[in-house]
């Protein structure tokens, strides 16, 4: 029997150590990752490091990847004479950017923002939700991060609690960021420089898209509510915009109830998606996206539109709808 509870004892203070040990080594690689991940010199997440850490522009640019590549933060800032960043990310939807808004202002406050939204920018989308894991290495910076994460699901934000599961699966690309600089982005704008394949049959104008959901989130709804209040008590001029896509007259209920909410809150809200101007193909990469030309022009367009509705000298006041 004393056999048996010395070697219990020996098993448990083993355990404790080993324990101990993992979490040290843990605590310790996470805050070595940490360190190369604030200082990427390119890619996704040096354009969101700079929104969450060194945001001082006094325009900013949100919204999925129609965002980062419709956007030419040159332009704004030459036409607007106001600095501009684009913080638009491929493949994100509004939580991302609500979340990514949120962090921002912890920091700084931005004169304009721009949120670039699709037409089910409201649907229900599973895939939206599991990609959220990408706001991990921000969860200390804000409450907000962790109560996105956890729509992904609470087990995500308990495992969430080891450093080094915050960067899972980045670490190459963490490294790659820091050491090798790479991309074209100018201010986070991101230009595409193909030319849509006209000859092909997926841009044919009388083919349809494939169908978007019409089963709207809850979880999307609060996110563009929290966002426009957000814009409310700092005093933000809000633009939300639907760029061009080429061949797409989708009206769903999440685009209807987006444009709801934005109306019932006077934020100043166009959709460009069937704007004449904007149908040759020749402006686009493929269907979803404009290239560098189309975006220029794009972009044209938009400060054109925002220079009638900015209150004089940019003292902004929050303007409702013309």
Request: positive net charge.
């Amino acid at each position: 029997m004393k056999q048996l509870k010395e070697n219990s004892s020996k098993f448990f203070i083993r355990l404790l150590v080993m324990v101990v040990a993992f979490v040290a080594v843990d605590q310790v690689a996470g805050m070595f990752l940490y360190y190369f991940f604030k200082h990427q010199a390119s890619g996704e997440y040096a354009v969101a490091n700079h929104v969450v850490y060194d945001l001082n522009e006094e325009v900013l640019v949100l919204g999925s990847s129609r965002a980062s590549h419709h956007y030419n933060s040159s332009l704004i800032k030459d036409s607007l004479k106001l600095s501009c960043f684009n913080g638009g990310r491929d493949g994100e939807g509004l939580l991302y950017s609500t979340a990514i808004f949120e962090l921002a202002l912890q920091r700084h406050a931005p004169k304009v923002v721009i949120l670039d939204v699709t037409s089910d920018v409201l649907s229900e989308k599973e895939d939206e939700k599991n990609r959220l894991s990408i706001l991990l290495p921000y969860l200390k910076q804000s409450d907000v991060i962790g109560n996105m994460i956890e729509k992904k699901g609470r087990l995500e934000l308990l495992k969430s609690h080891l450093q080094t599961y915050r960067y899972n699966g980045q670490v190459v690309s963490i490294f790659q960021h820091y050491f090798l600089s790479s991309g074209n982005t100018v201010m986070g704008f991101n230009p595409l420089d193909s030319k849509m394949d006209v000859s092909s049959r997926s841009v044919n104008r009388n083919s349809s898209l494939k169908p978007y959901s019409d089963s709207i989130s809850a979880d999307n709804v609060d996110a563009l509510n929290l966002f426009i209040n957000e814009c409310k008590r700092q005093k933000i001029q809000l633009f939300v915009f639907v760029s061009p896509r080429y061949n797409d007259d989708t009206r769903l209920n999440s685009y209807l109830k987006m444009k709801n909410i934005c109306n019932s809150n006077k934020v100043i809200f166009h959709d460009f998606t069937n704007d004449e101007y904007f149908k040759n193909p020749e402006y686009y990469s493929d269907r979803a996206h404009l290239n560098s030309r189309g975006a220029d022009l794009y972009t044209d367009t938009i400060v054109a539109f925002m220079k009638k509705r900015l209150a004089p000298a940019v003292n902004v006041q929050y303007l409702s709808k013309n």
